[in-house]
């Protein structure tokens, strides 16, 4: 039985400051509490409006700053419907006594197929014959690609992610090597991942380089000038975690200067990014941060946004009793 909510002095407003599933919506009324959808809401509305709520649900677009925070005098809790948390001030969050968390198991098969899918979209070359189609051109000749099966799969981080990931790229054939700064749980090395020692080795040998972190003072770069001369010159680099993990202006420079194969983006340092260099390239496939972008992950993280608030407040509330 869902818990009850409704007397004036327990209601619990929600605002929802991101488009998400109408099940989840259903989810969060039908247990008593009073939810305002906003799916557009500007940054400038938010701030007059943010010391109403008790409880937020925000994707990436929402951006959560130390300024936004301090007007949030009722807030106590934080949902991100996805997987990273770089928009909002998490430190600035807990010192306010502001509960932050995620729902990064909804997305997870969404975002490994997606990069398995630009995989196969390189390999084939898939979206030059496309265009040139559109043309009336017919370039079979000039569309020569290569089988992914027997290929080496680099994939850095390695959480579920990741994991998805090689499960679904050895099923295809192909060889998986991984780099985490944790350990690469047992089950993995025995399906055949190789453990990468260092960062290093996995952009050496990889032939498909796959990022999977998450976006922190530690990660911002990480794939630059450095990382990428140690990648193959027959080498493709995928990145469907965050924008800044990558530094685009290196990583513009060697696919111009011929020194990698191609890449496939799905995120950029600036969403929406614009009529960006990098991605008019002819070697670039470039999605519009569609990772999780899919009707059943949206679904599943509406529903997981819903039941952690849900159940915030029914403790909170059995609690004070």
């Not at 997870?108 to 899918?117: D, I, Q, R, S, Y």
């Not at 579920?160 to 047992?186: F, N, Q, S, T």
């Not at 990014?273 to 949206?298: S, Y």
Request: proline share 3%.
């Amino acid at each position: 039985m869902s818990p009850e909510f409704k007397s004036e002095e327990l209601t619990v407003k929600v605002l929802i400051c991101d488009p998400i599933h109408e099940d989840g919506i259903k989810r969060i009324e039908s247990a008593g509490l009073a939810v305002d959808y906003r799916p557009e809401i500007t940054q400038d509305e938010l701030s007059h409006m943010i010391g109403e709520y008790e409880a937020l649900i925000v994707r990436s677009r929402t951006k959560l700053g130390k300024n936004l925070l301090k007007k949030a005098k009722k807030l106590k809790l934080i949902v991100r419907a996805g997987v990273g948390l770089d928009n909002i001030d998490v430190d600035t969050a807990r010192k306010l006594g502001i509960k932050v968390v995620n729902t990064p198991a909804a997305l997870t098969n969404a975002v490994a197929e997606l990069a398995l899918g630009l995989i196969i979209c390189l390999a084939r070359r898939i979206n030059f014959c496309d265009l040139e189609m559109k043309k009336g051109k017919w370039v079979k000749k000039k569309a020569i690609g290569m089988e992914i099966s027997g290929k080496i799969l680099g994939i850095v981080g390695f959480g579920r992610i990741g994991r998805c990931l090689a499960e679904k790229a050895l099923a295809l054939g192909m060889k998986v090597i991984a780099y985490d700064i944790i350990e690469i749980p047992d089950r993995y090395l025995r399906m055949g991942v190789i453990s990468a020692k260092k960062i290093d080795d996995v952009f050496k040998n990889a032939d498909f380089i796959s990022l999977h972190v998450p976006l922190t003072k530690e990660t911002y770069h990480l794939v630059g000038e450095e990382l990428l001369s140690k990648m193959k010159k027959t080498a493709f680099l995928i990145n469907t975690s965050r924008g800044a993990v990558v530094d685009s202006k290196a990583l513009k420079k060697f696919l111009e200067e011929g020194k990698i194969a191609g890449a496939a983006l799905d995120v950029f340092e600036v969403e929406p990014p614009g009529k960006d260099e990098l991605i008019m390239m002819n070697n670039v496939v470039a999605t519009p941060h569609i990772g999780g972008q899919t009707v059943e992950a949206q679904r599943k993280a509406a529903l997981m946004a819903a039941d952690e608030i849900i159940n915030f407040f029914k403790g909170e509330r059995l609690f004070s009793r």
